[in-house]
């Protein structure tokens, strides 16, 4: 059920699972299992993920209502506070850019060494 409907929206976006699987960030198999319905019961972070990805709400995807409701920005008020005192300090996009770039680096390091690889 949770897996159709992702289906059936990631079509309607005309996404590929890759695709949709890059913006969500996760992997394109996870995206997959659960569309395929073999991962019945994914995590509500992922969930939230690929719901943000769709531009719809984790309660449309588990099919607690039938109304395909626009997501909750990421984005809050206190996100935007933070972006808007970085930016009085002189950060550009550049540098939010590299910034992000540098922690997924980071991230990826730790989880290659937690993984005793």
Known sequence: MI??????????????????????HISKSYLSQIEKGSNS??????????????????DYLIDQTNEHVEATPYVTEEWMELLNKAIGQGMTKE??????????FKKNLQAVKDSGH
């Open 3 to 24: 897996g159709d409907r992702i289906k059936e929206l990631r079509l309607q976006k005309r996404y590929s699972i890759t695709r949709l699987a890059e913006k969500a």
């Open 41 to 58: 019961n994914p995590s509500l972070q992922m969930l939230h993920k690929i719901a943000a990805s769709l531009g719809t709400s984790v």
């Open 95 to 104: 540098d939010f850019i590299e910034f992000y770039q540098y922690l997924s």
